[in-house]
């Protein structure tokens, strides 16, 4: 029987840690960061319309792009994740 040792435990951890910082590293920009960049600039913009120029109706108009744009950005990266797993998961 095998048991762990503090020192194989340490070990262990390390090397999940050094695997988890090399995935990171390797994964490329995702299309969502710009998405999310755009989102935050369309919720400053839609303050300053609301806010500063006092147009209510165009501020929440422009308020409502950041749902919309983070919505499809998820469903965009959901759907390539999807087909990811899919071409990974055949038998053939």
């Keep these: 029987m095998t048991t762990l040792t ?3 435990e340490s070990e ?3 090397e999940s840690e050094f695997d ?3 995935a990171l590293e390797e994964t490329p920009l995702s299309s ?3 998405v999310t960049v755009a989102a935050a600039m369309s919720v400053a913009y ?3 319309l609301f806010y500063l120029k006092e147009d209510k109706v165009a501020g929440l108009f422009v308020g409502l792009w950041a749902p ?3 919505g499809a950005a998820a469903y965009f990266q959901q ?3 999807y087909a ?3 071409k990974g998961l055949t038998f053939a």
């Design 79 to 81: 759907k390539e994740l």
């Design 68 to 70: 919309t744009l983070l």
């Design 6 to 8: 503090e020192s194989d």
């Design 46 to 48: 839609s303050w300053y």
């Design 20 to 22: 988890e910082l090399e």
């Design 32 to 34: 969502g960061d710009p």
């Design 84 to 86: 990811k797993l899919e």
């Design 12 to 14: 262990s951890e390390s």
